[in-house]
């Protein structure tokens, strides 16, 4: 009989080309697959909480996967990690119940963007974060991150092309912190995003920030729900999927197209 299990991953996405298998490209999900066919002895299909583009990172990317083996949660974690490369790790991994579904099962993402904001760009950081050097107004972002607070329509901020059932969304939290004085970091909370939505928001919030939009330019373009009326996306290499929740109580299936 099969076996409901789930991991959490934390992955580079530098040197992937996003989570979803594709053919004659490397992703996340090939590598993962490949891994855990070794281990069970038969092909094994991953369900992720969603899909990152490629380029972004994950520190709470869930996967589940139902496979027939006598293998414990913890035989996993110790043989995936000696396994998979090292740009990508097995932070935990546990047996669930059979209607567990690492995307449908979900309630709610929690995203993170990191900026370097400072006049030179970082060798280190290439890869990790967005490099803006021209300073950013604090306040302004702040005003605009309360206007994007709450339930709305963000078709504005959803990549060109999507189709979806509906662009509404709850976005429960959405702030910006700055952890130094070069580095910015914005989080947003929700039941469920549009494909870009979190990177499209940046760039407009970034426009802000450099004095190219008010507070009240900025909730022009939400209730407006026209992308063209937004800013850039932000390049995908500052994204992070950081915590994917679940409340077991009251399992319902997240809003779809959240691909970021």
Same mark, same amino acid.
């Given at each position: 009989?099969?076996?409901?299990?789930?991991?959490?991953?934390?992955?580079?996405?530098?040197?992937?080309?996003?989570?979803?298998?594709?053919?004659?490209?490397?992703?996340?999900?090939?590598?993962?697959?490949?891994?855990?066919?070794?281990?069970?002895?038969?092909?094994?299909?991953?369900?992720?909480?969603?899909?990152?583009?490629?380029? *972004?990172?994950?520190?709470?990317?869930? *996967?589940?996967?139902?496979?027939?083996?006598?293998?414990?949660?913890?035989?996993?974690?110790?043989?995936?990690?000696?396994?998979?490369?090292?740009?990508?790790?097995?932070?935990?991994?546990?047996?669930?119940?059979?209607?567990?579904?690492?995307?449908?099962?979900?309630?709610?993402?929690?995203?993170?963007?990191?900026?370097?904001?400072?006049? *030179?760009?970082?060798?280190?950081?290439?890869?990790?974060?967005?490099?803006?050097?021209?300073?950013?107004?604090?306040?302004?972002?702040?005003? =605009?991150?309360?206007? !994007? =607070?709450?339930?709305?329509?963000?078709?504005?901020?959803?990549?060109?092309?999507?189709?979806?059932?509906?662009?509404?969304?709850?976005?429960?939290?959405?702030?910006?912190?700055?952890?130094?004085?070069?580095?910015?970091?914005?989080?947003?909370?929700?039941?469920?995003?549009?494909?870009?939505?979190?990177?499209?928001? @940046?760039?407009?919030?970034?426009?802000?920030?450099?004095?190219?939009?008010?507070?009240?330019?900025?909730? !022009? *373009?939400?209730?407006?729900?026209?992308?063209?009326?937004?800013? @850039?996306?932000?390049?995908?290499?500052?994204?992070?999927?950081?915590?994917?929740?679940?409340?077991?109580?009251?399992?319902?299936?997240?809003?779809?197209?959240?691909?970021?």
């Amino acid at each position: 009989m099969k076996r409901n299990f789930k991991l959490v991953l934390e992955y580079d996405g530098a040197g992937y080309h996003g989570w979803q298998r594709q053919h004659g490209v490397l992703t996340v999900q090939e590598v993962l697959e490949s891994r855990l066919s070794v281990m069970v002895g038969q092909p094994v299909t991953v369900r992720a909480s969603g899909r990152t583009d490629a380029g *972004v990172h994950a520190l709470g990317q869930v *996967v589940s996967f139902n496979a027939a083996t006598r293998l414990q949660p913890e035989d996993f974690l110790r043989g995936l990690n000696a396994l998979l490369p090292p740009d990508i790790v097995v932070l935990q991994a546990e047996e669930m119940p059979h209607a567990f579904h690492a995307r449908y099962s979900a309630t709610g993402k929690l995203y993170e963007y990191h900026i370097l904001n400072r006049p *030179v760009p970082s060798a280190l950081e290439r890869r990790r974060s967005w490099h803006v050097k021209e300073p950013l107004n604090d306040e302004v972002i702040e005003a =605009c991150l309360k206007i !994007a =607070c709450g339930v709305h329509d963000f078709a504005a901020f959803m990549a060109a092309g999507s189709t979806v059932k509906s662009t509404v969304r709850e976005l429960k939290g959405a702030r910006h912190r700055r952890p130094d004085h070069d580095h910015l970091v914005f989080s947003f909370e929700a039941d469920g995003f549009l494909r870009h939505m979190v990177r499209n928001l @940046v760039g407009t919030l970034v426009e802000a920030g450099k004095g190219k939009r008010t507070a009240e330019e900025f909730k !022009a *373009v939400l209730d407006g729900r026209d992308r063209r009326k937004a800013g @850039v996306t932000a390049p995908a290499h500052g994204l992070y999927l950081v915590r994917v929740f679940y409340d077991d109580r009251q399992p319902r299936k997240m809003h779809g197209g959240d691909n970021q």
